[in-house]
């Protein structure tokens, strides 16, 4: 017998396909926005770390409270020791919502109801911010709470000595680290891979770029354009001037803006499995 | 309906899926059946635009895959029933599905209760589900957006025997409205109890495709004579006629004919018949191991007797 059979037309059983449907749109950006939103908090993992945002602002606060010195209970330590975990966990949002898709594997769920994968990034993207965002207010609040309680506390007037535009600088400081954060997500598809290249990124690298500065004049003398994690460190001693900006701007093209392209780049392209 | 043409993806020099090329039918279910590794699954990502293809074509409702506006209201897709956040509940990664869709939330319910999972089951985590609960669970996010198509992959792996006759019936259906259903399977007997069309493909190309009955055809007639002596004087007749066969260990002949003309020749050969029938599945799977063994080894596996 042969081994190829060749394909007859086959005879149509059954009734013939139903008319074509005429209610399909596209979902709207809006509708990707608050479903990706959804599973920001719809898993254990997920609801802890933004939990845990508010949980360890309130321990930081009372940590203040409890062992800083009454003089040094100003609105500025509040939201300095709000600040430290809420950098580290904003980030951890901003690569779960990404790499999840690829470590747990829901992407293949994801990419084939929503075939364009760049509008279901963005959409991450618009969450990540928000998330960011709100995290800031409520801190914002949490270091106010404090600060009014300290001075209840220790009968001295409080102190608020964090004026907007460093708050706002802040604010801008921890949106780069949930960009970068993204661009890890991104870049690299899995959870473990992009949270410990987050720490390789803010821990290491800076330090190594200290003591390359150490030894090396011509590299001390681009570090402020060439060092993004330098650069950044502007935006903690209040609203940088124009050429802190310029040289935010000009460090984060290698260390952001071009591996962010080349993620993006990746995650429309790659295979998901 | 779902078009494959000369679909072809390489990895550095190794072809998985080459040059496929077939369609599945509206009111039809399609099996795709292929031993582990034969190119099945990455077809299917392809078909659905998770891989892009190195060439060729894959159209589902007559537009590529990422042209759909909303797939899931056309095309129904279960890929892998363990891909899925093992923190969320049957009921979220559902609610996910019919928020992301634009249903109702009350399909979520209708959806769970097509496929038997019940409530309790329902709010449970994904981590805690059986391999079988998570096929149902991925058959209903499938089915969750009423489509056309059902692209299924292994969807009966890790079902029990009343699991496996479930599904049959709910494809079964789903065919019989119109839909297209294109399910993969590397074991033939899931395929045979609920396909009218096979694909065989081994070693990412296609080995044979026609309807069920044809491939069954293919493996001839199965005849008992009433007298095991006459078994010879009915081998005789048949290669007279040209017609080829093989001897059975318990006493049957395999022919390579259709019934009736298998009966006419033992009628002229005078040769009373204790049995005659369509040779059953076990052709097929013969067939599929040949075929398989064919494209899985360089050198072609003995046939069996004279059918070579």
């Known amino acids: 017998m042969s081994t190829t059979l060749t394909p007859a037309p086959a005879a149509p059983t059954g009734t013939p396909a139903r008319a074509p449907r005429t ?16 599973k920001t908090f719809d898993t254990r993992a997920g609801l802890w770390l933004s939990a845990s945002i508010v949980v360890l602002a309130v321990l930081a606060t009372g940590a203040v409270i409890a062992f800083a010195p009454d003089e040094a209970l100003t609105y500025e330590q509040f939201a300095s020791a709000i600040g430290i975990p809420m950098a580290v966990i904003l980030p951890m949002l901003a690569i779960l919502s990404i790499t999840s898709e690829w470590s747990q594997r829901s992407g293949l769920a994801t990419f084939t109801m929503v075939p364009s994968r760049g509008r279901v990034i963005a959409a991450k993207a618009v969450v990540s ?4 965002v709100v995290s800031m207010v409520v801190a914002l ?19 608020w000595d964090v004026s907007p535009s460093e708050f706002a600088s802040i604010v801008v400081a921890n949106l780069l680290g949930m960009a970068v954060g993204f661009m890890l997500g991104v870049l690299l598809r899995s959870s473990p891979a992009a949270i ?54 000009v460090s984060s093209l290698p260390w952001l ?4 392209l080349v993620g993006l780049w990746l995650v429309t392209r790659s295979e998901v499995k | 309906m779902i078009d494959v043409t000369a679909l072809t993806k390489t990895y550095g020099a190794h072809r998985a899926v080459d040059d496929l090329t077939f369609t599945a039918r509206p009111g039809r279910v399609t099996g795709f059946l292929g031993p582990n590794g034969a190119g099945k699954s990455t077809a299917m990502r392809m078909m659905v635009g998770l891989t892009p293809p190195t060439s060729g074509t894959a159209t589902v409702c007559g537009r590529r895959f990422a042209d759909l506006p909303n797939p899931p209201r056309e095309v129904g897709v279960l890929l892998d029933a363990s891909a899925q956040h093992a923190g969320r509940t049957g009921r979220e990664i559902l609610t996910i599905a019919a928020r992301t869709i634009g249903l109702p939330i009350s399909r979520v319910g209708e959806s769970l209760e097509q496929v038997s999972l019940t409530a309790t089951e329902a709010d449970r985590r994904v981590r805690h589900y059986s391999l079988g609960m998570r096929q149902r669970l991925g058959i209903a996010a499938a089915l969750i957006g009423d489509p056309d198509v059902l692209i299924l992959d292994e969807p009966a792996n890790g079902l029990d025997p009343a699991g496996i006759r479930w599904m049959r019936d709910v494809l079964r259906e789903f065919s019989q409205r119109g839909g297209t259903v294109l399910l993969s399977s590397h074991l033939l007997g899931e395929i045979e109890v609920v396909a009218d069309d096979i694909v065989v493909i081994g070693h990412g190309r296609i080995v044979a495709q026609g309807t069920k009955a044809e491939l069954l055809a ?16 009915l081998v005789r007749a048949c290669t007279d006629a ?26 002229r050969a005078d040769v009373p018949l204790a049995q005659l029938r369509a040779a059953d599945g076990a052709g097929l799977e013969e067939m599929f191991l040949q075929l398989t063994a064919d494209t899985q080894r360089e050198t072609p596996a003995p046939l069996r007797g004279a059918a070579a």
Do not use: K
């Open chain 1, 23 to 38: 209610d399909l749109t596209r979902p709207p950006f809006g509708r990707l926005v608050r479903v990706e939103a959804r």
């Open chain 1, 129 to 132: 911010l928000l998330v960011g």
């Open chain 1, 141 to 159: 609040g949490v270091g106010a709470l404090g600060t009014l309680v300290g001075s209840l506390l220790t009968g001295l007037d409080p102190v």
């Open chain 1, 196 to 249: 410990v290249g987050y720490f390789v990124f803010t821990f290491v690298v800076p330090t190594l770029s200290m003591t390359l500065a150490a030894f090396q004049d011509r590299w001390a003398d681009a570090q402020p354009w060439a060092d993004f994690g330098y650069a950044q460190t502007a935006l903690f001693d209040g609203w940088p001037d124009g050429e802190q900006w310029a040289q935010l701007g």
């Open chain 1, 257 to 260: 803006v071009v591996p962010m």
């Open chain 2, 218 to 233: 293919g493996a001839g007639t199965f005849v008992v004579p009433a007298d095991p002596a006459d078994a010879a004087t």
């Open chain 2, 242 to 267: 040209g017609v080829e066969v093989v001897r059975d260990s318990d006493g049957g002949l395999r022919v390579e004919a259709e019934a009736p003309a298998v009966g006419r020749l033992a009628h």
